[in-house]
């Protein structure tokens, strides 16, 4: 795994004009959603818990946590459990699935 310095510097980069939110901050609030039991993080409630951030930004911030192994994406089990609100807030992965859920893969100290 990368070093956590450059990882975050790389992060700080794509979200240059994020304002305040940085790779620890995101990190924090993914592990504050957790499902105690599964460790999953339903997307919808990232997205709404940062809706001062455009949801692209958002996507781009989960993309790149999981392409670091930080997190899995989950895509979206296809039961049509989810309002339309929530499929909005939903990202397309790389596979070009719609995911709904993140698994907490790594979380650096």
Not at 43 to 72: C, M, Q, R, T
Request: glycine share 8%.
């Amino acid at each position: 795994m990368a070093d956590i310095y450059d990882i975050a510097s790389k992060f700080e980069g794509i979200l240059k004009n994020a304002g305040n939110l940085t790779y620890r901050n995101l990190l924090d609030i993914i592990a504050n959603f957790a499902d105690l039991n599964f460790g999953l993080v339903f997307v919808p409630d990232i997205v709404d818990k940062l809706s001062d951030y455009n949801i692209s930004v958002i996507h781009s911030a989960l993309l790149f946590l999981a392409g670091n192994g930080h997190i899995e994406l989950r895509p979206e089990s296809g039961l049509n459990r989810l309002s339309q609100e929530e499929r909005d807030k939903c990202l397309v992965g790389p596979s070009g699935k719609l995911v709904s859920y993140i698994a907490i893969r790594y979380i650096a100290q």
